[in-house]
């Protein structure tokens, strides 16, 4: 149920699922319950989820997108599905289309992960953007982010990946969000660092047991 009652300092995430079939009800959604159950892992603030299970279809995603940054107010909105090449796959079309800054480094590093996995992951489309709204004199600011459609891949690119011995080979994208939040005035929120542990400049820390100084 959607409601505008934000509670300060809760961080509030939008997830969007884009399916033709799951949204038509030919199979159940996988994508927004591993959302869920990631986030629910890795961050140990207040957080709260509006969901949203939608087909591939460009303006019910840009409206989608729209309502949830603008109405409910969320800070973060994390989509699944619709980035391959494929004729019906827009949600990068449609992601970059209400965004007011483009934020390209996260759709790189999701691709850096995934090509350890498979060579097809180039096709792969994803973006991410800051959507800006200053209604009624109130400035509100939002990080939408494309991920990709399975579950274990929705883990591995937020996450990262680390070798046998527990090593980092490539940073998780999620490790940037907090601070990202941070910049564009949502809540500080922090993270569970055996699930992603977040970054900041030491001048941003207000708990500095728990995250990692930016040099």
């Not at 009624?136 to 939408?144: N, R, S, T, W």
Request: with cysteine.
């Amino acid at each position: 149920m959607t409601t505008n009652n934000v509670e300060p300092h809760e961080l509030v995430v939008g997830l969007v699922s884009v399916s033709d079939r799951a949204s038509g009800g030919v199979y159940q959604d996988q994508g927004i319950p591993a959302l869920e159950e990631w986030l629910k892992s890795a961050i140990t603030t207040p957080f709260r989820v509006e969901t949203r299970l939608i087909p591939d279809d460009r303006h019910t995603i840009e409206t989608t997108l729209m309502q949830l940054v603008d109405t409910v107010k969320c800070h973060l909105v994390l989509t699944t599905g619709g980035t391959g090449p494929a004729r019906r796959d827009v949600t990068p079309e449609a992601t970059l289309a209400v965004g007011t800054k483009e934020m390209p480094g996260f759709g790189e590093q999701m691709r850096q992960i995934s090509l350890h996995f498979v060579p097809t992951a180039i096709l792969s489309r994803q973006v991410a953007v800051i959507r800006e709204t200053a209604d009624f004199g109130c400035p509100h600011a939002a990080l939408i982010m494309n991920l990709p459609g399975q579950p274990k891949s929705i883990r591995e690119t937020l996450e990262g990946l680390k070798d046998d011995a527990g090593n980092q080979v490539a940073a998780g994208i999620f490790a940037a969000v907090p601070y990202c939040l941070d910049l564009i005035g949502g809540p500080y929120i922090e993270t569970d660092a055996a699930v992603s542990k977040s970054f900041r400049p030491k001048s941003a820390l207000k708990n500095r047991a728990s995250e990692t100084p930016l040099s």
